[in-house]
DNA sequence: TAAATTACCTACCGTGTCAATAGGCAATTA
DNA sequence: TAATTGCCTATTGACACGGTAGGTAATTTA
């Protein structure tokens, strides 16, 4: 398994904001009681997305979460990579790893590149806007 | 990260014997000193490409492995399921996990099945012929 | 001003997996 | 007799995962 509570709840969590800040700003609190999360555990979460400039933030009653940017520039790519660190297929292609000494002799090698590549190239080419739905009739549907 | 040692290991594994099986049967040892892996933890890592009818195997002196398929017939996906158990991306894809009770209104379902089907036909869709070398001239060049 | 709400921070913990390591024994073959 | 596969058990250290707990700071509303 690649991809950890930590990605799959930062979509979510962004995914939730998108389609409920028409009604201001956003309490995490409503978005952990609707996703089913933990508020404690989203609560380490979001303050990365906040750094990063991808949500705004305002503390005090009415206060929330804001997307700060438009659905349409917002890769699903920059989210996971952000949220995981890196979205390396394996130990010798991560952020930080030493430099295998096998590397220009290993059959596999240019492999995993190859499918590192097919990775970052498949979550860039999706926005948050690819899977958010506007309309709450299409809620329950497929 | 995704795909462990077993997997990575079981096909430098193939990819060894692929490539020194003309001069007989491949002793493991042989390959576990050629990859600088444990011979002990090929052992347990050996027994399931056997099983599965990838490999032959014959004991004694003389003996070792032998590919019992032609690489060009054996993709990378069947050896990675094989050894990884399968290559689901998220917990709720995994074989035998509980099915997720926010399938039908979760908005990145969708997005985690495409990508699953997109791991699949990377791998699917390469065999163990496209990476082993025949010409040992080759074996240190890009 | 006071209470409520929210963001934000640090520390901790139980569980499980990963990646080996170690040792041994039986069967088979050159 | 040496070499090799095959199979088994047990152990271990490191680390990540998923989550819990408690507290602090800032801001807004009443």
């Known amino acids: 398994m690649m991809i950890s509570t930590r990605g799959r709840y930062a979509l979510r969590v962004l995914i939730d904001v998108a389609e409920h800040e028409k009604d201001g700003y956003v309490p995490m609190k409503e978005v952990a009681e609707r996703q089913g999360i933990s508020l ?53 292609l991560e952020c ?16 995993w590149v190859e499918f590192y590549r097919v990775i970052n190239e498949f979550f860039d080419g999706k926005t948050l806007a690819d899977v958010i739905r506007t309309d709450p009739a299409d809620n329950y549907s497929i």
């Not at 790519?77 to 952000?82: A, D, E, M, P, T």
């Not at 030493?98 to 240019?110: G, L």
């Open 40 to 92: 404690k555990y989203l609560e380490r979460i979001v303050p990365v997305l906040v750094k990063s400039g991808i949500v705004g933030s305002i503390p005090g009653k009415g206060g929330g979460y804001k997307l700060l940017k438009a659905p349409e520039d917002l890769s699903l790519g920059s989210i996971l990579r952000l949220t995981e660190g890196d979205l390396a297929p394996v130990a010798c």
């Open 96 to 111: 930080g790893a030493a430099p295998c000494e096998r590397e220009y002799e290993c059959r596999t090698y240019p492999l």
